[in-house]
């Protein structure tokens, strides 16, 4: 994984506003255009108005004029792994192909990469509605 990635991811974490969860999240994508955009968790005292820290990053790229994830890494404390939820699994598939690499990390680093498939196998996406 490249490093910058995780540098992103990383300083995305420390930037989230979770006093609710008191879980904070980082997430960082490397898009089709060689660019780092990133995001974290934003909760809010209305629990489910509260964003998942890779809707903020896909925002970001959208927002930016690009629409292909090449690599996302994703970052959360604690031993278990910080994989990407139901839903952002499903907006991460808006944006990324099957064998793009959804990299799961903790503080210390890498701990797991998934392809996208793997992750969300038999998806639903936009080439159901062509
Ligand atoms: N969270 C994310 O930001 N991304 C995920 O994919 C998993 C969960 C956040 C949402 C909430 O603010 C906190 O982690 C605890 O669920």
Known sequence: ???RLFAAAVAAMERAYA?????QVGAAILAANGKIYSGCNIENAAYPVGHCA????????????I?????????????LLTTPCGGCRQRIREFAGP??????CGTEGLRRTFTRDELLPASFGPENLA
């Open 1 to 3: 994984m490249d490093q």
């Open 54 to 65: 890779e809707a903020g990053a896909i925002a970001a790229m959208v927002l930016d004029g």
């Open 19 to 23: 006093p609710y969860s008191k879980f």
């Open 67 to 79: 629409q292909e994830i090449r690599e996302i890494a994703v970052i959360g404390r604690g031993d």
């Open 99 to 104: 064998e793009t690499k959804i990299h799961v």
